[in-house]
C-alpha cells in the first residue's frame, strides 16, 4: 500500500489535473494500491473573501498577457477534457480564498478518506465547470452534502474556527519541505512527483516506486 500525500489547492486548475491523471494512473496499474490524503497548499493566502478578477490577478502575479492567459486556459482546458474534467470557458472569472474548503477538506478526511477525495473533486467541479465561489459557506455545504457528508457537522465547522490551527500546521510543514508549487504528490514521504503528468507517467512512476518498496521490505 502506497501513502499518497497529494498537495494542493481547490482554485489550482493543474491540481484538478493532477487528481484525475492520477485515478487513470492508478486504474492501469490495479496491483498498486494507494492511500490518497489531501494536503493544503494556499495559492493565495492573503486572497480576501470576496476575490479579485481572475485576469488582473494573474496578470499582477505571472506577468502573462491575455494572449498567454487564453493559451494556458486553452491547453488547462484539452487536458481536462481528455480526462473527462470539464473547464467550461468562462466560467472561472475571479479567484478566492480558499482556507475555509481546506478546513472542511481536513476534518473530512478526518472522517472518511473516499469521503474526503468526493469533497474534492465536488469543489473542483464548483469552481471550474460551475464558475461558483468554493470559498462560499453554500458551496461548501453543498459539496459536502455531495460527497455525503453530514451537512449539519459540515456547518459546525464552518461556523467555528475548527481545524484552522491544524490547516495551518500543515502547510508550514509541507512548505517546509521544499513544496512550493502544486499539485505535489508525496509518497511514502520519501517521494516526489509534481505537476499535472499524463496518466501514463504517472503509472509508470507509481510501479516503480511500488516495486522499490516492495523491495526494501524484503531486504
Known sequence: MLKIDFVS????PWCAIG???????LSQVPEVQAEIRFQPFEL???MPAEGEEINAHLTRKYGASP???EQTREQIRQRGAALGFSFTKGARDRIYNTFDAHRLLHWAGETDLAKQKA???ALFTAY???GRNPGARDVLLAAAESAGLDRAAAEAVLDSDAHAEAVREQESFWQAQGISSVPALVINERYLLQGGQPPEVFAQALRQIAAE?????GA
Do not use: I, R
Not at 487528481?19 to 494512473?25: G, R, T
Not at 518498496?213 to 521490505?217: I, P, W
Open 9 to 12: 489547492d481547490v482554485s489550482c
Open 19 to 25: 487528481l484525475k491523471s492520477l485515478d487513470q494512473a
Open 44 to 46: 493565495n493566502p492573503q
Open 67 to 69: 494572449a498567454q492567459l
Open 119 to 121: 469533497l474534492k473533486l
Open 128 to 130: 471550474f465547470t460551475e
Open 213 to 217: 518498496e516492495a523491495k526494501a521490505a
